[in-house]
């Protein structure tokens, strides 16, 4: 359990439709369609507290009834919600799954992370100064992160790549970094060159990362420290997932909970990786079931 850690970062309503058998494009497809709460950090901050961790968040949250509920929610969870007053609508991702309920397509509408301006973060500058480890996700705007990580250079940044093209707003601070978790393809367009997962925690780290992991969808997943040889955690095949949203959000919950926590990062990878295998089974992007490792 660790009880200094702040959160900034989306919250987004998630409609996930998922094809009942294979998918054809220009045309409508059957399926079913379900609307859960999600967005990266938020997922990461339900997942943190059913952990049993004392979390603060900062996110943008709209007064949209979707909105309200999702707030609601957070609060029930006992996590500590900062958000600024707005008149926009809560984001959302909608996820396209193939009959094999695995990720086709996906589009993100997160414009209201707009409100999570420089200004708004410096009217909660102590509640930051309070805080020894800060997570935040590249779904923040770059003014926002450049401030973050100049301002509070004391910090551990803890940060969850989202996708090949927003991880790239985090390029010039890997030195600045406590941990960064990707997926290949994140890691990749921070390296800028097609290397293998292995080959890619060693640039990172070399490039000033203190902590890397490297996920690959189904496949091992690789991590590393510096100053130490890079390793993987083994990935058995999950026949029959309901679901691949949040899968990597609820291995970098479970990286952040053990690794804090004084475990090595190897346990903290097998402890995230097994938090995934949990949410590869829920129709939405996490799982009531990770309050039942709460105590491990």
């Known amino acids: ?7 900034i970062g989306g919250s987004n ?4 439709a998922t094809c009942s058998n294979k998918l054809v494009k220009h045309t409508s497809n059957i399926g079913t369609v379900s609307i859960t709460n999600g967005g990266v950090m938020r997922n990461i901050a339900e997942n943190l507290a059913r952990l049993g961790n004392k979390v603060d968040f900062i ?15 957070l609060l029930d969870l006992g996590i500590n919600v900062y958000t600024p007053e707005t008149m926009k609508n809560t984001g959302s991702y909608v996820v396209i799954n193939d009959c094999n309920h ?27 100064r309070s805080h020894e480890y800060i997570g935040i996700d590249t779904n923040l705007n770059q003014e926002t992160i450049d401030f973050l990580v ?24 890997l030195d600045k970094l406590f941990l960064i978790k990707c997926n290949i393809y994140e890691a990749r367009a921070l390296m800028g060159i097609d290397l293998v997962e292995k ?14 992991v490297v996920s690959h969808g189904s496949q091992d997943i690789y991590f590393g420290s510096n100053h130490r040889k890079v390793d993987l955690v083994h990935v058995e095949e999950v026949k029959d997932f309901v679901n691949t949203t949040g899968c990597g959000d609820a291995l970098t919950s479970g990286v952040i909970d053990y690794f804090l926590a004084g475990k090595k990062l190897k346990e903290a990878v097998a402890f995230g990786n097994e938090l995934s295998r949990v949410v590869l089974m829920s129709k939405g992007a996490t799982s009531k079931e990770i309050s039942k490792f709460a105590s491990k």
């Open 1 to 7: 359990m660790n009880n200094s850690l702040l959160l």
């Open 13 to 16: 309503i998630d409609f996930i």
């Open 59 to 73: 996110t943008a949250i709209g007064n949209d009834p979707l909105g309200l509920a999702l707030r609601q929610e």
């Open 102 to 128: 695995d990720l086709y397509a996906g589009v993100c509408d997160n414009q209201i992370s707009e409100d999570l301006s420089i200004d708004y973060l410096k009217s909660h500058e102590d509640l930051i």
């Open 150 to 173: 100049t301002n509070f250079p004391d910090k551990k940044f803890i940060v969850d790549g989202i996708s090949p093209t927003k991880v790239l707003k985090i390029k010039n601070y």
């Open 199 to 212: 080959d890619l925690v060693s640039g990172l780290l070399a490039r000033g990362a203190q902590n890397v």
